[in-house]
């Protein structure tokens, strides 16, 4: 048996290696009349390849440093261009399921993989595929596992870190095929550990034999090896020919996926950063499909009426405005009272009519106006429709006063100003930031608009030290809840690593979220997720604006693209994807 604790870096020391990239060349040029080839042969399985390559492009607003999302900081799209090349033991379905990847099964109680006991402890065990294998051809196998746990729980790599390994108390290998982590208390995603699910991308699988000299002997350098980029190699339907940084990618098929060769041959993926740029490049058929959050609905519907491609649209980022509780300037942001204000102040169905055509509302709370599983939780949550009448007179007792031109000044006659700040590029973000100014500044509220550009916004520092409020999408539903965590909160000592983007701190709120993620029974966690939902829409730790309907286009040409939720990734069933 092969055992790791959590924060151990004991590791099996034998690892099956498949045959050297040499070999496999003079296997594939032999003369067919020496021997036929090996069941699982590039030769054989290239046999059924089609004459005519299928190819298509995709489109990802950014220039992503690389496949692995853990290491991928603010680029829309970067877990749909980790799901070409890499898969979990499960994937997230469009309908909220797990589908076996790596594994042959989720976890379940049913299925008996899934132990909960009276005491809190809980055991999820994974029976991994016989014919998973890397890229490269080497096999998977559960020490590779145990290989990534030891690296996402190294507090020498942040980066990789999530304080939900903290719930576990060890990972087992009782043999190449099975991997068993031991929780020290529930914890309602425990069957996601290994999967790329929106928001709970835990531990997405690492190869060893790859990695495991570089992880010992320079950790400083580990997140910024080529592996992560040029020299990716996953265990995915598609492997990385090309990885150009600014430019594009190219992936071809992988022939030995687990879940059977994909249906196309090749994907180019082009980083495009500004949205108008995307959508020339749809309209005039260069681009077939875009890849997580790209265009506007304004645009997506632009290019349905001109025959260009098909909208995928439905609710899914929520927009938030997320103010700074660390030394925050002006201090009053650090007030509820001011911020419920600035809340009254904005005419968010003015926004959804306006920005998104109709097609969503102005939650209640967190939760998607699709919501079905928690939507009782929302019973008597404090709301905050448009009223600037209330808004100004709330401002007013926070013992600020009109000036001659309408704008707020203190005791000493200094205005009140804030900044708030979103990332260049994106059309949609870009109305929405100025149409806040607009409304605060009616409120009587001077507002410095701030657009960062790609390289502030990869600069975790940069961004997590603003003085004012943000402006941006991030994690949403119940994958909402933990980006209000203190122990997310991005600090010096974590290198600003973390999903706190407001910084926010409460020990009531850090207890209802821990009761939340470790109350298994349905009932009782609604009744935990009530008092969630009125701790955030009291406080305000963010300012909630609307979920915006994120527009996918898909090319007329190309079929079995799923429907993207909040959950799925946008291109976990890109192994089925074909050509007209």
């Known amino acids: 048996m092969t055992v790791v604790g959590l924060f151990g870096h004991a590791l099996s020391s034998v690892t099956a290696t498949g045959l050297p990239r040499l070999a496999l060349l003079v296997l594939a040029v032999l003369p067919t009349a020496c021997a036929a080839p090996a069941a ?50 499960l994937a997230m379905t469009d309908h909220g399921d797990l589908r076996p990847e790596l594994a042959e099964a989720a976890p379940t109680v049913e299925n008996g993989q899934w132990q909960v006991v009276p005491d809190g402890h809980m055991q999820t065990t994974w029976k991994l595929r016989s014919n998973a294998i890397w890229h490269d051809g080497a096999p998977f196998t559960s020490d590779d596992l145990l290989f990534t746990m030891q690296v996402v729980t ?90 150009v940084p600014s430019v594009h990618t190219v992936v071809v098929a992988n022939d030995r996926y687990v879940l059977g060769r994909p249906k196309l041959d090749e994907i180019e993926v082009r980083f495009i950063t500004d949205t108008n740029a995307i959508l020339v490049n749809v309209l005039s058929g260069v681009v077939d499909v875009t890849l997580g959050r790209t265009v506007s609905l304004e645009q997506a519907l632009e290019a349905q009426q001109r025959g260009a491609a098909r909208p995928d649209i439905a609710p899914f980022n929520m927009q938030r405005i997320w103010p700074q509780f660390i030394d925050p300037r002006p201090v009053i942001i650090g007030d509820v009272r001011f911020r419920q204000a600035m809340l009254y102040a904005l005419n968010r169905q003015e926004l959804v009519d306006t ?8 939650p209640a709370s967190i939760l998607p106006p699709n919501e079905t599983q928690y939507r009782t939780a929302e019973a008597g949550v404090r709301q905050y429709p448009y009223d600037l009448q209330r808004a100004t007179q709330m401002i007013e007792t926070l013992g ?11 005791s000493s006659g200094e205005k009140l100003t804030v900044e708030i700040r979103n990332t260049a590029g994106d059309d949609n973000q ?4 100025f149409s806040v100014k607009n409304y605060w500044e009616r409120a009587g509220v001077i507002v410095e608009p701030y657009q960062i550009s790609e390289a502030q916004n990869q600069d975790r520092g940069y961004k997590a030290t603003r003085p004012g409020f943000q402006f941006s999408g991030g994690p949403n539903g119940i994958d909402a809840l933990a980006t209000l965590v203190s122990w997310e909160a991005p600090l010096p000592e974590t290198r600003f690593v973390g999903i706190n983007t407001a910084r926010y701190s409460s020990p009531d709120y850090d207890a209802l979220y821990n009761r939340f993620v470790t109350t298994i029974p349905q009932g009782e966690r609604t009744q935990v997720l009530a008092q969630i939902l009125q701790h955030i829409t009291t406080n305000l730790p963010i300012l909630p604006l609307y979920y915006r309907t994120e527009a996918r286009l898909i090319g007329n040409r190309v079929l079995n693209v799923a429907t993207r939720t909040l959950e799925s990734s946008p291109a976990w069933n890109v192994n089925e994807w074909d050509l007209l």
């Open 154 to 243: 190294d507090k020498e790599l942040p980066a990789f870190n999530d304080a939900v390994f903290s719930f576990v108390d060890g990972v087992e290998a009782p043999d190449a095929h099975t991997i068993v982590a031991r929780w020290g208390r529930p914890f309602i995603y425990a069957d996601r550990l290994f999967t790329n699910a929106y928001a709970h991308e835990l531990a997405m699988p690492l190869p060893r034999h790859l990695l495991e000299d570089a992880y010992k002997t320079d950790k400083s350098n580990f997140a910024q090896l080529p592996y992560w980029n040029q020299q990716f190699v996953g265990t995915g339907p598609f492997k990385v020919r090309e990885m």
């Open 400 to 410: 600020f006063t009109r000036s001659a031109d309408g704008s707020f000044v203190d």
């Open 430 to 433: 870009t109305k929405v930031l």
């Open 355 to 362: 920005l998104e055509a109709g097609w969503t509302t102005v």
């Open 40 to 89: 699982n042969s590039p030769a054989q399985a290239n046999a059924g390849a089609p004459s005519t390559p299928k190819r298509i492009t995709l489109a990802m607003r950014g220039d992503p440093p690389g496949f692995y999302n853990k290491i991928v900081v603010g680029v829309p799209g970067s877990d749909g261009l980790q799901d070409l090349v890499n898969v979990g033991l």
